[in-house]
Structures are given as structure tokens and as C-alpha cells.
């Protein structure tokens, strides 16, 4: 009985199991089977012309690959534990999820974001200043907000603006607060 799947991946799976089941059963001996006759040649009754002789290999003749199916998916099991990543153990698997199930709280508030030594803004800092002033220990960054704050010299009518006129504020608007 043969089933059809709309499935390409499981008829390309049948279609592989049939094709190794073809060639791991066509391993084994087969029927005797005689030299085909050469064309043009007529064959004729036995002759007194010795076999020829064949000397006797020295080494074993070296091993070519074979390019076929079985050894391509040879390759790519031989590859696969390279390809796949690493198994964690059951205790790093725990440890993983109960880090990630600390009990939190989102809070809402508004603190600045100071600027660093390379002049990116510290929002990590800002977040924890957020969930410290609601009682908490420490907190992540979840929301920001940027705003340009200018002197009032730019606002002088027919004054050129100047690269220092104005900077850009960063605030923490919304922090994650853990205990």
C-alpha cells in the first residue's frame, strides 16, 4: 500500500528511507551473471589460449570518495554536533528560569539620564535612581524620552545659531524594579 502526503517534508523523508532501504538491501550477493559478448565478435568453442595472468597487487588500491547520497548525509551528521548548541544540564536550565521569574514591578516616573565619560547617556543609572525614590533596590530601563534643551540666546531674532546653543537630555520614563 502506498501512502502520498501533501507534506514535501515527509515524502522527501519516505523517498530517502526508500532509497536506503534500496541500497542496503542491494548490498548483499547477487545472481551469477556471465561476461556480455563483445559486438562484432562471434563467439566460438573453447580455445587453447591461456588466461592471462595477473600480477599481484602490492598495496592496496587507495580508496576513492564516493559523491553519493549516503555519503553526503555521512558529512552532515559528521557536522552536526558543530552545528547544534551546547545542552545546558537541568540545574543551569532551573537557574536560567528563576532568573527570569523574579518578582518585578514597573514603575512611572521621570529621571535624568547623566552623561557618561564617552558621552553616551547613563540610563542604568537613571533607572535605578527611578526605582530607588519608589522603595525599590535596583532597576532596567524599559521606556526613554529625549528633549533638546536650548539657552534663551537662541530665541534673539536674527542671532546664527551655534553648535553649543543646545544639548539633548535623555530621562528613564519607565523602569522594571526588582527587591
Known amino acids: 500500500m502506498m501512502v502520498r502526503s501533501g507534506n514535501p517534508v515527509l515524502r522527501l523523508g519516505t523517498l530517502i528511507f526508500a532509497v536506503l532501504s534500496l541500497l ?3 548490498g548483499g550477493t547477487g ?5 556480455p559478448p563483445a ?5 566460438q568453442g573453447p580455445q587453447s589460449v591461456p588466461p592471462p595472468s595477473t ?3 602490492s598495496a592496496p588500491p587507495a580508496r576513492e570518495e564516493n559523491p553519493g547520497l549516503i555519503n553526503e548525509m555521512g ?4 557536522k552536526l554536533p558543530s552545528i547544534l548548541p551546547p545542552i545546558k544540564s537541568p540545574s543551569e536550565t532551573m537557574n536560567d528560569l528563576s532568573r527570569l521569574t523574579k518578582p518585578s514591578t514597573m514603575v512611572s516616573g521621570r529621571a535624568a539620564c547623566p552623561v557618561s565619560s564617552n558621552g553616551a547617556p547613563d540610563c542604568k543609572q537613571a533607572a535605578d535612581q527611578l526605582c530607588q525614590s519608589k522603595g525599590y533596590r535596583e ?8 528633549a533638546e534643551k536650548c539657552s534663551a540666546k537662541v530665541l534673539i531674532p ?5 553648535p553649543d546653543d543646545c544639548r539633548t537630555d535623555t530621562f528613564v520614563t519607565s523602569a522594571l524594579c526588582q527587591n
Not at 559486438?39 to 563467439?43: P, R, S, T, Y
Not at 558529512?75 to 559528521?78: A, G, I, R, V
Not at 536674527?158 to 551655534?162: I, N
Request: aromatic residues 6%; without cysteine; glycine residues 12%.
Open 75 to 78: 558529512k552532515l551528521f559528521d
Open 31 to 35: 545472481w551469477p551473471q556471465s561476461a
Open 139 to 146: 532597576g532596567k530601563s524599559l521606556n526613554a524620552d529625549s
Open 158 to 162: 536674527g542671532r546664527q545659531r551655534k
Open 39 to 43: 559486438l562484432g565478435m562471434q563467439e
Open 24 to 26: 542496503l538491501a542491494g
Open 55 to 57: 600480477p599481484a597487487p
